[in-house]
């Protein structure tokens, strides 16, 4: 298959296959189980699981779970939830990098045999000032020139529990005057008397990132190990790992530009700190950027992978305009929400020449091209229609609208005319006085005296009151996170607005999860915790046009 829009990895494996570099291409997603994912993680997730599904290979759903601490089941499984949602299969089993501790503590004996890793006592205060800067060469640790044997000796006494956390660390015998300050002599295991989720208590020392990710990735055969800039620094060291020790395979890593997205943050630190300081209801909130979050307020897996497709895959950090995103599941929805009727700020229309307990069941089509089914709408004497629809005086600039004397259609329904109203004692209009124009199902009335305009209502006597969640961006600042003081100052007070709209008694039946567009209003979608039949709650999406929104 040929590189789809613009991705330079795409292209990379492209050349890789074409020149036999590499037979199938295996890629991996390697979250960290410390919170749930988020817009950042879908570009990356799109882009692994993307290429392998574009050139015939596999990508693993790899967790890297090295630092326990901060690690939970409920995590995984959110992660697991999150990748399937967006349409993606891993291949064969879920792997942990706690699969490979063994391995991984086999070979950092091999690096201590062959002289190049030892225990370093330093206090972690220590090791920062031998470290030195980026102008300034680091000092070797006075521990550096232990023996094999001591080194071995200590490192089974770590293993064994035998030092308290902090005590002392395994690192790599590299170069303390590198330029790359990950090459001073990393540290590839340290001391965590914590449970492991996965391993229990069998380990009271843990692997670091840097020595466990690209061993990992040759343990697994993963051909293109793609991860985003900020590891760029970090490839010497994956080349050293992958040079010095007797893996299997040798992964290459490659580094693309994360996403930042204005008015969002994307830091699971960040949207940790929402959840804790209970600004938002939980990860999932339809306000965060999480995916699970975007999932509750009404994104479809397709619109989010459009957006990935729409951002391209480059080398440089960008900021992405979040209007991007707003655009990228408006037009899907627009392309395949059916549409249906909603009417938030009702006005009541009484339809005097129908009998009181007049009803009859109208049959529209959900959408009008195409075949999404249709649903029956109840046809009463008491209508709702919205207060924006109805205008007291006739005037061009009103020309669509309900007056005295005039007429409207309603929608996937009949004509009728206004012949009176009335008000409350503050001025405003209550209540509508109308007649029914017969015969006017479908065509026009025979009398010639066609209607401007097409309203959207509701039966004011079966229509069912709805909870409608009213969402906007939940900042009010473009960068809330790159600001000096609080992030939490920007919160937009008015991201989540609770109101009621009288829906068409067809909704109240679906199930959650279903997109509309509420014609004339926007797309919203049956809230996936708290939509019940009986109590149905609709979250808003996204407006219809993009002026509408903040
Ligand atoms: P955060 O910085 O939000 O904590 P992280 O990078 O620590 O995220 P991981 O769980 O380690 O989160 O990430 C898993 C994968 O997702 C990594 O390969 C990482 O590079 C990628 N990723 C994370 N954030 C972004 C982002 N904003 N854009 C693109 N890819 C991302
Ligand atoms: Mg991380
Ligand atoms: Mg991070």
Redesign the pocket.
Known sequence: APARGNNFVAKIIEEDLASGKVQRVVTR????PN?YL?V??A??ICLNFGVAEQFGGGCNLRF?DTNPEKESQEFIDAIKSDVQWLGFQWQGEIHYASDYFDQLHEWALHLIKTGNAYICDLSPEEARQYRGSLTEAGKNSPYRERTVEENLQRFEQMRLGEFEEGACVLRAKIDMASGNMNLRDPIIYRIRKVTHHQTGDKWCIYPTYDFTHGQSDAIEGVTHSV??LEFEDHRPLYEWFIEHLPVPAQPKQYEFG???LDYTV????KLKALVDNKVVNGWDDPRMPTISGMRRRGFTPRSVRNFCEMIGVTRSDGMVDVAMLEHAVRDDLNRHAPRAMCVINPLKVVIDNLEEDHLEMLTADYHQELDLGSREMPFTRELFIDQDDFKEEYSKKFKKKFTPGKRIRLRHGYVIEATGYEKNDAGQVVLVCAKLIANTLGIDPEDGDKPKGVVHWVSATRGVKAELRLYQRLFTHATPDKVDGDLMQFVNPESLMVVHGWIEPALAAVTPETHFQFEREGYYVSDRQDHTTAAPVFNLTIGLREDKEL
């Open positions: 997603f390697p979250p960290e919170g988020h950042g993680h570009k990356s890297d991860c985003t994360r996403l930042n994307t830091s699971k630190r």
